[in-house]
């Protein structure tokens, strides 16, 4: 299958930090990226969708301003978690996908601790 | 609307059992359903999907899945179960072909098998 790789693999930072995670697909043009967040033995929760080169479409509740997510290239997506609060702690996974292709490729994820 | 449900939070089996991991969902059209798996720490995989024809549909590791329209259902199933199997199991589904290719994902499935 298509291949997606997320950097970094985990990362701690200091409250009031921001953290940039990129996502990127390696053997494919992901048209669509999609961001999501896992808290432990939980399900995903997609925090938004961004289509390359246009805005990102936040899911409810969650706030743009502070996960602000760039879409620049059919390759690359990035999320920002802007003044970053230990309730951000989690597990950050992007996935990508393309118009002919049905399913989803996976990043292997980002744990992200905040102190 | 579309929505997946997957009903058992933890499903216990003994190596070299049959194994069935259960889903159900809810489109207004067709659906695209798909089955993914995910190690500790680690993202999703795919392992196989069901766009159209045949109901029985066949994925990687062995594991494959029958789509039942009367039913709505697409449960995951392996004849004999390996230990390396343990995993957690997420069903989602897309309604064809529409909604921008984003998945709605049921809460997952914890898959113990003991040896």
């Known amino acids: 299958g298509a291949v997606v790789s997320q950097h970094p693999s985990w990362v701690i930072c200091k409250s009031g930090t921001s953290v940039k995670i990129e996502c990127r697909s390696l053997d494919f043009q992901a048209t669509t990226m999609f961001w999501y967040r896992q808290f432990p033995k939980q399900s995903l929760m997609l925090m938004a969708t961004?289509?390359?080169?246009?805005?990102?479409?936040?899911e409810q509740g969650v706030e743009k301003d502070k996960f602000l997510i760039n879409h620049a290239s059919l390759t690359l997506s990035t999320l920002t978690v802007t003044s970053a609060h230990p309730e951000d702690s989690s597990f950050y996974i992007c996935s990508g996908t393309s118009g002919i292709i049905h399913e989803q490729f996976f990043g292997p994820g980002t744990r992200l601790t905040v102190l | 609307a579309q929505s997946v449900a997957q009903p058992e939070d933890q499903v216990n089996v003994a190596e070299g059992n049959p194994l069935t991991v259960k889903c159900t969902y809810s489109v207004s059209g067709n659906p695209y359903l798909f089955w993914y798996v995910q190690y500790p720490n680690r993202g999703l995989q795919f392992l196989l999907k069901y766009i159209t024809g045949d109901n029985l549909v066949k994925g990687s590791y062995g594991f494959e899945a029958e789509f039942n329209k009367s039913q709505t259902s697409f449960h995951l199933k392996k004849p004999s179960a390996l230990v390396s199997d343990s995993a957690l199991y997420f069903c989602a589904v897309r309604e064809s072909p529409g909604n921008a290719g984003k998945s709605t994902f049921g809460d997952g499935t914890t898959l113990t098998v003991k040896p």
């Open positions: 961004s289509n390359e080169g246009s805005k990102a479409t936040y």
